[in-house]
């Protein structure tokens, strides 16, 4: 499987972004996702993870209430909604597919994910 995301762009606190991730193959519905960000001079940190039906979600303390992952297996896409944005949420944006179809004990590393895309720049200031 090969991995695309979109959606990334520049906003002002408060506002709103969809980031979406497209999949090649016919494999798509038969893994695990997550949503992982990176800012200059950070390590990779995990955002969001969904098993493969979409029923299963996992985030990150900070994003929690905030961020809603979603996939449609049927458009081998997975989506990331992000409201109420801040500037700390300013990163490179990644979608990463899991060598399984179900959520593991350690779905927050990044090091369960076996194929990523290539990130797309979220940037919230004034």
């Known amino acids: 499987v090969q991995l695309v995301e979109s959606g990334g762009g520049l906003v002002q606190p408060g506002e709103s972004l969809r980031l979406s991730c497209v999949a090649s193959g016919r494999t798509f519905r038969s893994y695990a996702m997550g949503w992982f960000r990176q800012a200059p001079g950070k390590e990779r940190e995990f955002v969001a993870a969904i098993d493969w039906s979409g029923a299963s979600t996992r985030y990150a303390d900070s994003v929690k209430g905030r961020f809603t992952i979603s996939r449609e297996n049927n458009k081998n896409t997975l989506y990331l909604e992000m409201n109420s944005l801040e500037p700390e949420d300013t990163a490179v944006y990644y979608c990463?597919?899991?060598?399984?179809?179900?959520?593991?004990?350690?779905?927050?590393?990044?090091?369960?994910?076996?194929?990523w895309g290539q990130g797309t720049q979220v940037t919230v200031s004034s």
């Open positions: 990463a597919a899991a060598g399984r179809a179900f959520l593991s004990g350690r779905y927050y590393s990044p090091g369960e994910y076996t194929v």
